[in-house]
């Protein structure tokens, strides 16, 4: 006794998608894409300007400090290739007179008697911030009871001094980077903390 299995198709069933579908979910899938790539870059920009100003931050509240333990002044000079922090006097120098002292000072150092080495404060040049060689950002800086922001330029620099009181002068920084984004801050005169930040990310 044999049994006929009869089959029957469902005109409504499909076997697979249109290609209409596939373009679209493929389309969709770049937008996606497309939009976290952006995303991605804008944050990039933002902790990149954000971490430049937390770090002269660190370095202008430390000069602060240097200042008020050792009682003569310090500076951060600003150059377009970053922030040096430094003894006042180093900062008001030009490049080569700035190196004869500061390799005078470690010869004279290696002859002390005990061996012993240098508070960190008394050596020269000890912390700097430094731009991204391939990828500098524009820096203005903008002093006490001015309203013009000073570029630097390859030779220019700007010295920011700290007095052994603990005061220093209140002033601004902006940097710029080349797609237009940028972000500025104002220094506390009595802190040295970045107040005030404004920023625009596109």
Not at 128 to 153: N, Y
Request: some cysteine; charged content about 25%; aromatic content about 6%.
């Amino acid at each position: 006794m044999t049994s006929a299995v009869r089959r029957t198709s469902n005109p409504g069933a499909r076997a697979g998608f249109s290609l209409l579908e596939i373009i679209v979910v493929l389309s969709l899938m770049m937008l996606v894409i497309g939009g976290a790539i952006g995303a991605m870059y804008l944050n990039r920009d933002e902790a990149r300007l954000n971490d430049a100003v937390q770090e002269i931050e660190v370095l202008a509240k430390r000069a602060r400090t240097i200042s008020t333990l050792q009682q003569r002044p310090y500076a951060l000079e600003f150059t377009v290739s970053g922030v040096k922090l430094m003894p006042f006097a180093e900062a008001m120098m030009d490049e080569q007179d700035r190196e004869f002292m500061i390799e005078s000072r470690e010869s004279d150092r290696s002859m002390l008697d005990d061996g012993s080495p240098a508070p960190a404060a008394q050596t020269g040049v000890r912390d700097s911030w430094q731009q991204e060689e391939d990828d500098p950002m524009l820096m203005l800086v903008r002093r006490w009871g001015s309203t013009d922001w000073i570029e630097l330029k390859q030779r220019d620099s700007e010295v920011w001094r700290f007095d052994p009181n603990g005061i220093c002068e209140p002033v601004g920084l902006r940097l710029e980077m080349d797609n237009g984004n940028w972000i500025s801050a104002f220094f506390h005169p009595l802190t040295a903390a970045a107040t005030e930040i404004e920023s625009e990310i596109k």
